[in-house]
């Protein structure tokens, strides 16, 4: 553990209205409830001003904007004395259909981030993905480690990883206060219904068969979304600046036995799905060595049982139909028109 600890008063939070964003907003506001947070939120298709209700407000102000706005970011980050960055565009199939938004949001909107926190001194913590790293097959003994060389496949995580290497070099040549955070796959409430786990929850509420890409032995690794927020507040205060942290909870699963376990939750037959054709590209496996975070910043993961995780994630959605109901008939059209 380091002796110096870094606690910020007020923290900028780009992309607090989407996923993991909302879910690390929570948990700063319950865990930290001195700490003022604004959220600068583009509110795409997968931001929604509801993942924040419930979080106590006296704190908390949302700012409807995009990280690409140089004039509105200088004017938050100035306020601010950490950002970090959860705002991009994330879907692999999306990004497949059209790679442009990607560029805007994922590169153009990072540069526009850090070059206000450079110019102000700012705290700036990214949050990345393991997918920089590309894949591993289903044998390597390997896990990703932050030494390993970025080798992304996909239009989403090419520019996942130019961003990664600008914050890099904005670290190296300017002093930019900077970390990075590689996180493997995320489950947990307020996922978008887009995503692997919550699409196949939502067509089974609504008596749909899933859809399960390829032969379904793609094996990704899966974390709580509550122990990804504690990395990123772990290597936010007690990071050591220029350094990238990869978290993973130590929990590979292939596709076809996470879609099995859900069926299981469903009473519904485990081959009641349709195989559907493979995704262009798509990586076999991630697997996280965590190592280092748990090493230097004393790092753990809470939710080690991810049959009770995903047990509580379908629970939630079952709840929560209003919340997830007109995107996921939009998303199902997105999916007929892109022919997946
Ligand atoms: P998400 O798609 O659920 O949310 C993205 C949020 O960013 C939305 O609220 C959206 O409105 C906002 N946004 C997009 N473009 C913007 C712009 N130009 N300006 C302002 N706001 C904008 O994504 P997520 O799953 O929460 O992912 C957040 C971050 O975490 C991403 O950087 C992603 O690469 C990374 N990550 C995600 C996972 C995962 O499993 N979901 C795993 C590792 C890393
Ligand atoms: O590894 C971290 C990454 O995890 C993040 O950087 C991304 O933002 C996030 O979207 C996620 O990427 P994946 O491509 O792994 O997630 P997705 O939920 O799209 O797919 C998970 C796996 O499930 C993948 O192997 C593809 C497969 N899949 C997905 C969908 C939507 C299916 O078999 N059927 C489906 O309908």
Redesign the pocket.
Known sequence: MFETCFIPRHVLVAGGCGFIGSNLVRYIVREHPDVAVTVLDKLTYAGNPENLSGIPGENLRLVVGDICDAELVGRLVAEADAVVNCAAE????NSINDPTPFLDSNVRGTFTLIDACRLRGVRYHHVS???VYGELTLDDPHRFNEDDPYRPSSP?SST?AASDLLVRAWARTYGLKATISG???NYGPYQHV???IP?QITSLIDGERP???GD?R?V?DWIHVDDHSSAVWGILTLGRLGETYLVGAGSERN?LSVLREILSAFGRAEDDFDWVRD?PG?DRR?AIDASKLIRELGWKPVHVDFSAGLFDTIEWYRSNEGWWRVAKRETEARYAAMGF
């Not at 994330?90 to 199939?93: K, L, S, V």
């Open positions: 994330t879907h692999n199939d993905t393991d997918e989403y996942k996180c493997s796959n887009e995503k692997f699409r859809k399960l890409y379904g793609n990704r596709n995704r798509h991630y």
